[in-house]
């Protein structure tokens, strides 16, 4: 029988070839396939066969490889194969040969080991936390004499006006201290005169806030957000302290607008108790923007009442090789039937939760690149109104010319996956898409802001007819090289129209170092900062030519990047082999030429490159520019993530990095000279790799809402022998650490150096206070 496949999925593109009587072919996306020859002999029972393929880009870790391989044939229904049927691929035989672990030849960054991780860390020891270790770090900070013991003799005054968020205080400080601790509430017409935690309305500032604690009186002072930012920071201190706190003051002000994160869920899809899980983790780090990336190739996942094909056919994966009935299983989904989105009520749900917390979500609909899920979408919606014969209504959404020829594909492998511009039917669909939006958040969080993406456009639209119809009645246009600008200056008019501000990537709006301009309320966000890619001064250029900008730059703060240089921990390592918390805390957003530090493959950019033009033009900030940054976004894309504990795992502590540089300059900041600077942020980074392993962590652990605790990333151990002595450490100092000398069968807490007997390879570990455990690693001991 040769009429079967396997269907398999590797994160990379692979040379079609035939091997050992297979034929291994590259479909869309990740998806591949391994088929017989018409005259390959049968495979007997126990019998193997080793089959080579090659990849045109580098794999050099497990999570590139994806789960749920199938087999489908004429005849069968697909059938998983039970041997890759797993979250994580454990099925990948480990990376062993140095050509396996390098990016390319000239790659020269050292993998992770113990004995790295240690030099690494070796600085790195305990230290007694300020009596006001909060996070993000404070602007200003007046320490008093004498302490203060909240209890329930004490009062929260409130006014009507502020009653919800006192009410919110009350029950959240029951939940943090016992019942005998807890303030009571109390109106502030009948209020007592001594022991009161008083809120005090009055506008001090965009987001500012102070909190004076002083004996027998707490006063939180600031308007709406600030108010909020002033409760959490009282929170954080009891956790720290309990109910006896220390008496100071504290004036506090962001340092930009824009404190962001982006969650991408068309890829892989997370529960609604998770996105709430991160809200309340992003508002006890005073974050204020989550941007829900919510439609690409793979899927659309929010629900659009007139447009319902959107999720009935644009979130349903199943084997179906036509896809008139699904999209194919991509990133390892399996050939069973699932429709994964978020229904109206679900997003609103988001939408209140969001309000509580502070939280602004800016919805994007990625376009008219990564549009492959809503292209399909309306091409189902347009069979189903052509077969009831209703041939306008069918043409009203569609967004493709099913004459264009155009031969192109994707960096993520997809072709016919961007919406054609030259439609009419395409700017139907944005102004549908947009008014349904305005409706949903209406009641809830009136919507002020719309993503529409303009990222990785690929080469589409070339031999469209309707691209060229366009282009020979319209004297503005000369080549198909000008349709991404006019497709933003059609949709810019269409979200003006709508009263909203226009975001999108500044691949939209800056091409081959050159910057159009397009008249509207718009905002450039800026991830391509490779240096070696020459677009590292993209985000100046921008600025300068009068664009609002929000800095993502993808080598600091893409948490989907692996969180260090090993094969065994996941991410897609585009954009640099790793980043870890301490390179997202060295981000420094004021100045984007104080990140220059490696090219890719780990050799230092030198002076010379700079003003040899290596990295490209580098345009300096025109005076007051810089008020023009907005502030920073984090991104996570799930590519390789595909569940909501391995989403998490990528997401903390990072994130709690992202919210410090996003809300506090730190004095290292401003040094000029690197060698200066570079000492100052290293003593900063201790406090505060200190601060995450005594308290932001412990508080993780203890979180319950919506679920169980948070799944951050345990820290890895660093270790070596010494004298006949294992001596370890990690990189959040008095984070738990243990060793096993037999294999794993029993486990030791490392408390002091260790003795080692001769020729014994030592497993390592780290554990949380909820008893979970990061990846093991192995020390070997040589003679």
């Known amino acids: 029988m040769s009429d079967w496949s396997i269907y398999f999925g590797i994160r990379r593109d692979i040379q079609d070839t035939i091997s050992n009587g297979f034929h291994i072919k590259q479909h869309l996306g990740d998806i591949k396939t391994l088929s017989p020859l018409a005259n390959t002999k049968s495979i007997k029972a126990g019998e193997s066969r080793v089959i080579t393929l090659s990849s045109n880009y580098f794999i050099i870790s497990d999570s590139a490889v994806l789960p749920n391989w199938y087999v489908s044939s004429n005849k069968t229904k697909p059938v998983i194969i039970d041997s890759t049927n797993f979250e994580d691929p454990i099925f990948v035989k480990p990376f062993k040969s140095n050509i396996q672990l390098k990016r390319s030849p000239q790659d020269i960054i050292p993998l992770a080991t113990p004995n790295r991780r240690f030099e690494q860390y070796k600085t790195k020891s305990a230290q007694e936390l300020d009596n006001f270790a909060i996070t993000p770090t404070p602007k200003s900070i007046i320490k008093k004499q004498g302490k203060t013991t909240i209890d329930n003799s004490w009062s929260i005054v409130y006014t009507e006006k502020n009653k919800s968020q006192a009410i919110a205080l009350h029950n959240i400080l029951r939940e943090q201290l016992s019942l005998s601790n807890t303030p009571i509430l109390v109106k502030e017409s009948i209020s007592p005169h001594s022991k009161v935690i008083r809120l005090i309305d009055q506008d001090i500032g965009n987001e500012a806030y102070t909190l004076n604690i002083n004996n027998n009186h707490i ?64 508002s006890t780090y005073k974050m204020n923007v989550l941007h829900l990336h919510l439609s690409d190739d793979e899927s659309w996942r929010l629900e659009i009442p007139t447009l319902p094909e959107l999720t009935e056919f644009g979130a349903t994966q199943c084997h179906d090789i036509s896809e008139t009935k699904c999209l194919m299983p991509v990133l390892g989904a399996g050939p069973d039937k699932k429709t994964q989105y978020y229904s109206v009520e679900d997003y609103k749900d988001i939408l209140r939760y969001a309000n509580e917390h502070h939280i602004t979500v800016i919805p994007e609909f990625d376009m008219p690149g990564h549009a492959r899920a809503a292209i399909y979408a309306m091409e189902s919606r347009y069979r189903k109104l052509k077969a009831e014969g209703k041939i306008n209504q069918a043409q009203q959404y569609r967004l493709l010319d099913p004459l264009d020829t155009t031969q192109y594909k994707s960096v993520q492998l997809y072709t016919n996956n961007a919406i054609n511009v030259c439609l009419d039917s395409t700017y139907n669909f944005v102004d549908t898409l947009l008014t349904q939006m305005k409706k949903i958040h209406a009641d809830i969080q009136p919507l002020k802001v719309i993503h529409l993406g303009g990222d990785e456009i690929a080469g589409a639209w070339v031999n469209s007819p309707a691209c060229k119809k366009l282009i020979s009645n319209n004297d503005q246009l000369h080549s198909t090289a000008q349709l991404g600008e006019y497709f933003f200056n059609k949709i810019n008019k269409i979200s003006t129209a709508h009263h909203l501000e226009l975001h999108a990537y500044g691949d939209a709006f800056d091409h081959k170092n050159h910057t159009i301009r397009i008249k509207g309320n718009l905002v450039a966000q800026v991830w391509n900062s490779i240096w070696e890619w020459q677009s590292g001064g ?246």
């Open 219 to 282: 006063d939180l002072t600031g308007k709406d957000a600030g108010l909020f930012y002033a409760q959490t920071s009282l929170l954080s201190l009891i956790t720290q302290h309990g109910n006896t706190l220390p008496n100071g003051f504290i004036n506090d002000q962001p340092r930009k607008p824009y404190r962001g994160f982006l969650l991408e869920v068309a890829r892989n899809f997370y529960t609604k108790n998770t996105i709430l899980r991160l809200i309340v983790q992003m």
């Open 538 to 783: 993209r985000a100046n250029r921008l600025v300068n030519a009068g664009y609002d900008v929000i800095l993502s730059n993808a080598p600091y703060l893409y948490l989907d990047q692996p969180q260090e240089a090993s094969p065994y921990e996941r991410g897609n390592p585009w954009a640099t082999r790793f980043i870890n918390t301490e390179k997202v805390f060295s981000f420094t957003p004021a100045d984007i030429y104080k990140n220059i530090d490696i090219f890719q493959n780990g050799t230092k950019i030198t002076a010379k490159d700079i003003s040899t033009g290596t990295l490209g033009p580098l345009p300096t900030l025109k005076p007051a520019a810089e008020s023009h940054i907005l502030g920073i976004e984090a991104a996570v894309f799930g590519e390789t993530i595909r569940t909501d504990e391995q989403l998490e795992y990528m997401i903390y502590p990072r994130l709690i990095a992202v919210a410090e540089r996003a809300w506090h300059q730190a004095d290292w900041e401003t040094i000029k000279n690197k060698t200066q600077r570079n000492q100052a942020r290293h003593i900063a980074w201790e406090e505060f790799a200190n601060r995450l392993g005594q308290k932001e962590l412990l508080q993780m652990d203890d979180y319950h809402q919506h679920g169980d605790s948070i799944h951050y990333r345990l820290p890895m151990v660093a270790a070596k022998v010494v004298n006949g002595k294992l001596i370890a450490n990690t990189e959040y100092p008095t984070v738990k650490i243990q060793y096993s000398f037999d294999n794993g069968d029993h486990w030791v807490d490392y408390t002091k150096p260790a003795n080692v007997a001769d020729n014994k390879n030592v497993l390592l570990r780290t554990s949380s206070t909820n008893h979970r455990y990061s990846r093991v690693t192995q020390l070997d001991i040589k003679q």
